[in-house]
């Protein structure tokens, strides 16, 4: 006669089992979810700040060429001012 490990019945081995596994697979799938979640947020994030480095990119471009355009225009001006 062999003696069994567990003391328990092996139904109720196996719906603890199950159980665990249930458990297991639910967190795993919310973290997946979670994970998704964040590299969607880090993909949105990164096309909006790559956006608005453009858009500061090209704002300093026209900022130099205005003061560009000032500083030719008060050379074109007479020394006197009228």
């Not at 997946?32 to 858009?55: C, E, G, M, N, P």
């Not at 060429?65 to 008060?74: G, T, Y």
Request: glycine share 2%; aromatic share 6%; charged share 40%.
């Amino acid at each position: 006669m062999q003696v069994s490990e567990y003391k328990s019945s092996a139904a109720r081995r196996a719906r603890l089992f199950r159980r665990s596994r249930d458990t297991w697979k639910r967190r795993a799938a919310e973290k997946q979810r979670a994970l998704k979640k964040l590299r969607i947020t880090v993909r949105d994030l990164t096309k909006s700040r790559d956006h608005w480095k453009d858009v500061a990119k090209r704002q300093t471009e026209q900022i130099a060429q205005l003061k560009a355009q000032l500083h030719q225009a008060e050379q074109d001006q007479p020394a006197g001012g009228f």
